[in-house]
């Protein structure tokens, strides 16, 4: 059916949210209580609307569409109610944006821009509360910066469903806190700062680290396990260093991990700045090397299906004999986005026929004289005694090998990954380009 918002027809399906139909069709509508994957609150009141034969302005949140609605989000009644919401969250905010964290992505910043009662009523002083209290968890908490929207303890509550997280106190007092003798404690804990609108829930390792408009994005997959869930690479490359990851924040897919991201992906970037520095081999070495007639090469079901590709040709062509070994901890996993298989691609392993025998991997390593690396994690612990290693790395390593080619990490590289439920996804490079090599590149020369 069609309803009309602002004098604009816009189709949608009877018994759709009307936030969810102005949102998917980017009609500008303020709220701090509602998130897609959380539900609605009705709390913050921002979304207010006025609506052809209503007595009063609705929430958006709380109305389903129905036939010949008509809607207005921009009558002057309807400014008027939201600047009035927007003074009551004001009267006891700091209102020091130019110092909080959240600058550059604070909703509460961006609506009074937009709607703001400039010349303040408040004559009596702020109620003043805790700041940058610990939460755990790499979690922190300004609690005069808090709207009270409820997204966090919703998170805690309804999501995770551990509960940490309430609302204490009421009127002026009333505050986001955890209960006496616990704190944040679960897995996915830092979902709450990217749910969180405003300055009052930020990130212990992120916390006053950068700027956000000085940072570009990417969009890519998580490596950290199978699930493959969205993200965006947030990175910059300043005047005097290399590019930096700064952050990983979750992008939204409702078939995999909607908008939410397990904490050990989220903190997974650092291992994207951790990049090989030392010196670099020929390829001329290489190929020299590749006399001998007993050759292994190992590659890391982490890896996209493009350079796994480019590593079964090559190894064919080669006469090597190829395995891919999936990383398994059992401990990991859950019943929710945390996979026990440990490794971001290994549906393509499979798809490319690669030998994923252990037992057969190691009776071949042991009888093996060269054995090529491809960034698998195993080689590490093993005897490496009287055979010429090889390694293909896109990180920092302690290696005693014959040869080492450094080739750039997946922030730097556009692919393809299958995720544990056969999902195939594209990741995308930075714009900035990397000072090491593609690996399919040195594949190339070889």
Not at 148 to 155: E, G
């Amino acid at each position: 059916m069609k309803i009309i918002i602002d004098n604009t027809e816009i189709e949608c399906q009877e018994g759709d949210l009307l936030i969810d139909v102005m949102l998917k069709n980017s009609v500008k509508i303020p709220h701090f209580c509602y998130q897609e994957d959380l539900g609605a609150n009705g709390n913050c009141r921002m979304c207010m609307v006025e609506i052809k034969g209503a007595k009063r302005p609705q929430i958006a949140c709380d109305t389903f569409v129905c036939e010949n609605l008509e809607v207005s989000t921009k009558s002057q009644n309807i400014t008027e109610v939201k600047r009035s919401i927007l003074e009551l969250e004001l009267l006891n905010h700091p209102v020091d944006c130019p110092i909080c964290d959240q600058a550059g992505e604070c909703k509460l910043q961006d609506y009074y821009m937009d709607y703001g009662l400039y010349d303040s009523h408040q004559n009596t002083p702020k109620t003043k509360k805790g700041k940058h209290i610990d939460l755990g968890s790499n979690v922190m908490l300004d609690q005069e910066r808090c709207v009270l929207c409820t997204r966090c303890v919703r998170f805690t509550s309804n999501i995770t469903k551990t509960g940490e997280l309430g609302i204490i106190g009421r009127g002026d007092s009333a505050r986001v806190a955890v209960a006496p003798g616990r704190e944040l404690n679960n897995p996915y804990a830092m979902n709450v700062v990217e749910l969180c609108p405003v300055g009052a829930l930020t990130s212990k390792d992120f916390r006053f680290a950068q700027r956000v408009w000085f940072l570009d994005s990417t969009k890519s997959i998580c490596h950290g396990c199978s699930r493959g869930c969205n993200i965006h690479i947030d990175y910059n490359e300043t005047k005097y260093s290399d590019e930096k990851v700064h952050r990983f924040r979750s992008r939204r897919n409702n078939s995999i991990n909607k908008s939410f991201l397990c904490d050990y992906g989220r903190l997974s970037y650092k291992e994207l700045n951790n990049t090989y520095s030392g010196e670099v081999s020929k390829v001329e070495d290489l190929k020299q090397l590749l006399d001998v007639d007993k050759k292994l090469a190992l590659a890391s079901p982490s890896l996209s299906y493009q350079q796994l590709e480019a590593i079964k040709e090559f190894c064919q062509n080669k006469n090597i004999e190829l395995f891919s070994l999936a990383y398994i901890d059992n401990s990991f996993g859950d019943n929710w986005l945390k996979t026990n298989d440990m490794s971001a691609n290994f549906a393509s392993v499979k798809e490319l026929s690669i030998n994923t025998n252990e037992s057969e991997f190691l009776k071949s390593f042991e009888n093996a004289t060269l054995v090529i690396n491809f960034d698998h994690k195993k080689l590490s612990d093993m005897e490496l005694t009287n055979k010429k290693v090889v390694e293909f790395t896109s990180s920092q390593i302690k290696s005693s090998s014959e040869l080492i080619f450094s080739f750039a990490n997946f922030a730097h590289e556009s692919g393809t990954l299958i995720n544990c439920d056969g999902i195939k996804q594209q990741f995308f490079a930075s714009k900035y380009k990397d000072k090491h090599p593609r690996l399919i590149e040195i594949l190339e020369e070889l």
